[in-house]
């Protein structure tokens, strides 16, 4: 070993020194993709952690990869689930017998790119105690792992879109989507304080963003660490479908919002997210959610015109599909 590579390697910190990361590798049918998602782990530069795989009943190879992958890896825990539990259930199993002081909710159709966990801790350890969550860009890829574009897109400027926030975003979690699910790094505090996360939901984001947000200051990183893939059977491909499940969850955080909100800025920005969400019940003919959408948007502001003409809309379309 060269004089500076010993130097080098001496004023690394040892990993016992770094907070420990646990990695919630969660899987269902996902083999396609399993293993270049599992060797993204092995290459991470980030020294100090806990690896739970997790699989949510798969119906292909993914238990027999994952299984694989476990026994090369004898530190890794594995966790074959008999039944199909969901994404919040099966996450909370591992989030409950984990260790670490940081946690990664990491879909096994993702990539982590080598340096993300080791960029996000540095982030952490400049960061106040009431940061819970540090998020990034990420790189979104296809089915083959092409490079589509990345999640944030830069205009003439340079500026971003959508416009990343920082500090307090309890506002901005609840009128935009603005963060990249795969690239979070949570600190586990956060999620103590939350419970985890809420198993009556079909999904998890925009709970955790909005109740995280109330109360914990989140952190973008203006890098990218995390390649997402798109794919026909990704959650957020399956959206705002005629009997979509995830329209029923997101009204239930909805009206958590609203009981969370504190100002007349905050009601106001959830009054933008009802509009948008109600459009889009309207749009896919999901009639009854967009008229609960309009009795929440009645809560937080005074309807305007168009809001009213498609409550009427969604009564009629209600009716005639009656």
């Not at 008999?82 to 099966?90: D, R, T, W």
């Not at 990345?150 to 340079?158: F, S, T």
């Not at 009128?175 to 790094?185: N, V």
């Not at 309009?294 to 009427?312: A, E, I």
């Amino acid at each position: 070993m060269k004089i500076e590579d010993e130097h080098a390697a001496s004023t690394r910190p040892a990993a016992e020194a770094l907070p420990l990361v646990t990695i919630v590798a969660l899987c269902y049918n996902h083999a396609q993709f399993l293993a270049e998602a599992l060797d993204s782990i092995l290459v991470q530069t980030y020294p100090n952690l806990e690896v739970i795989l997790v699989d949510d009943a798969s119906t292909d190879a993914s238990p027999a990869i994952l299984e694989r992958y476990a026994a090369a890896n004898p530190t890794w825990q594995l966790l074959l689930l008999p039944q199909n539990l969901g994404n919040c259930a099966a996450f909370n199993r591992a989030y409950r017998q984990s260790q670490g002081g940081f946690l990664i909710d990491f879909a096994t159709d993702d990539v982590l790119l080598p340096n993300r966990i080791t960029q996000q801790v540095a982030a952490f350890q400049q960061l106040e105690p009431s940061y819970g969550v540090v998020y990034s860009d990420a790189e979104l890829i296809d089915e083959h792992s092409r490079l589509v574009r990345r999640h944030y897109r830069r205009d003439a400027r340079g500026r971003l879109h959508p416009q990343p926030a920082s500090g307090d975003v309890f506002a901005d979690v609840l009128s935009r989507y603005f963060i990249s699910t795969p690239t979070m790094l949570m600190r586990r505090a956060t999620l103590n304080d939350l419970g985890g996360y809420d198993e009556t939901l079909a999904y998890e984001d925009f709970d955790f963003w909005v109740r995280a947000a109330r109360n914990w200051q989140f952190h973008f990183l203006n890098e990218v660490t995390t390649r997402k893939r798109l794919h026909a059977a990704s959650m957020s491909r399956r959206g705002y479908r005629p009997n979509d499940p995830f329209l029923a969850s997101t009204i239930q955080v909805c009206r958590k919002a609203l009981m969370l909100c504190r100002t007349p800025a905050e009601r106001a920005a959830l009054a933008v997210r009802l509009r948008w969400e109600m459009r889009q019940a309207v749009r896919w003919h999901n009639f009854p959610e967009a008229r609960e959408l309009y009795r929440l948007l009645q809560k937080t502001t005074r309807p305007h015109l168009v809001d009213w003409v498609l409550s009427q809309w969604a009564k009629v379309g209600g009716f005639a599909r009656g």
